[in-house]
Structures are given as structure tokens and as C-alpha cells.
């Protein structure tokens, strides 16, 4: 079984802080994902990265950066977290050879206070 | 642009009805089509998928859903709703755009009443 797994299940912050996700995958996947899942909103796509030291933007990078330095390993970094970064932060993966499929870790419910 | 569209944030079923959860999508090309459920605190996992092998697709749990091109619609249904289907569920299309991208619905939160 493919495993994703994040580093917090929770985290409290507070405004201006500098904040780290991390996410781990354990099956050699190429392809990484982080999204912000907010009622109403679905899942939005905040950045991805297709290989080591690679990044792309997606829907809503504005606020967030990304760092991938180990092919299993994807983070997430907040540089100064705000009271509208308050979400739920989710990690995907999937693999070259099915990469409409995506694997999701349990998820990092984050409050910025 | 692609779009997927969830009607209905919540659904509400007695244990032992018919579940029906409506999704549409807008695509120019034939997409990868997905239903994922989450459990309450935890992340999304792959309830089914369609790949155009078939256009009905069965998943885990009792679920199925069918593709129909004319209506542009993946709607999930299970015959008989159980306690344990409570959740919310997430349509969602990933289409290739040099890279696979996936675009998800707003979700169903499936409520289930004993």
C-alpha cells in the first residue's frame, strides 16, 4: 500500500510565524501535491513538483512556498503565516505510471491565531 | 476551462435508501474521472475511477458510478446507504496538460439517518 504521510495531524501558530509541513511518501512516486481544502472550496492546488529541486505553481501560491530536496519528501512552508491560511492542508503523490491517481496523506488541520 | 460542479453540499439519506451524489463536469477532451471519499479527520482515498474501459465503474464499498458523455455528468450511487457511508465525497477530473492536473468539486457531505 502506498502510504503518504504529514508530519502534524494539528498545529496552532500565530500570525507572522514561520510555519513548515512536511510530507513523506514511501513508494518512489515522482509526482508531489499540496492543496488547502476549505468548506465549500473543494481542494485548491497550491503548488506541485514533478521531480527533485523542481516546482510548479498552481491555483493559489500566493502566501506559500515549496521545497523538495529528497524525492520523498515535499514541504510546505507558510514565510510569515497569516489568520486566512487557517485550513486544511492535505499532501498527494502519485506515480509516473498512473498519474491521473492520486494518493493523499491524512491531512494537517493548521490555526493561525 | 475545466470546471467540476457537486450539486448539493449536503445530502441526507435514511440507512437502507438509495445514495445518489450528482457531479458534472465541462471538459474539451475526454477526462479521468473520480469519485474520492474522506472520513471525518482523515485525507481522500480513491472510492473509483474511470478511465472510458467502461461506463459504469464500480468502486469499494457498494458504490458505482456511470459515465455519460451526453449529459457530461458522473453521478455515484449506492443501493443501500449504511452508517459507515457517512462522509463527504469529492468528485474530481484530471486532464493532461503537461503534466496530469486534477480538478476537484466543492464535496457532498452524506449524511445518514439510522
Known amino acids: 500500500d502506498v502510504k503518504v504521510t504529514q508530519s502534524s495531524r494539528y498545529l496552532v501558530k500565530r500570525t507572522g510565524e514561520k510555519v513548515f509541513l512536511e510530507c513523506v511518501q514511501d513508494?518512489?512516486?515522482?509526482?508531489m501535491f499540496w492543496y488547502r481544502q476549505d468548506p465549500g472550496l473543494g481542494l485548491r492546488l497550491i503548488y506541485f513538483?514533478?521531480?527533485?529541486?523542481?516546482?510548479e505553481k498552481g491555483d493559489i501560491p500566493e502566501g506559500y512556498s515549496v521545497s523538495r530536496e529528497k524525492k520523498e519528501r515535499f514541504s510546505l512552508i507558510l514565510e510569515s503565516a497569516s489568520t486566512n491560511q487557517t485550513s486544511m492542508y492535505l499532501c498527494?503523490?502519485?506515480?509516473?505510471?498512473?498519474?491521473?491517481?492520486?494518493?493523499f496523506g491524512p491531512g494537517t488541520r493548521l490555526l493561525v491565531l | 476551462a475545466q470546471s467540476v460542479t457537486q450539486l448539493g453540499s449536503h445530502v441526507s439519506v435514511s440507512e437502507g435508501a438509495l445514495v445518489l451524489l450528482r457531479c458534472n463536469y465541462s471538459?474539451?477532451?475526454?477526462?479521468?474521472l473520480f469519485w474520492y471519499v474522506q472520513y471525518p479527520n482523515q485525507g481522500l482515498q480513491l472510492l473509483l475511477k474511470?478511465?472510458?474501459?467502461?461506463?459504469l465503474v464500480k468502486g469499494i464499498n457498494g458504490f458505482e458510478a456511470e459515465f455519460k458523455k451526453s449529459e457530461t455528468s458522473f453521478h455515484l450511487t449506492k443501493p443501500s446507504a449504511h452508517m459507515s457511508d457517512a462522509a463527504e465525497y469529492f468528485c474530481?477530473?484530471?486532464?493532461?496538460?503537461?503534466?496530469?492536473?486534477?480538478?476537484f468539486g466543492a464535496g457532498t457531505r452524506l449524511f445518514v439517518k439510522a
Open positions: 498527494a503523490s502519485t506515480p509516473s505510471q498512473d498519474q491521473e491517481t492520486q494518493y
Open positions: 513508494m518512489d512516486h515522482e509526482n
Open positions: 513538483s514533478y521531480d527533485v529541486k523542481m516546482k
Open positions: 471538459s474539451s477532451v475526454p477526462p479521468y
Open positions: 474511470y478511465t472510458s474501459a467502461a461506463t
Open positions: 474530481a477530473v484530471s486532464l493532461w496538460a503537461g503534466g496530469f492536473k486534477t480538478i
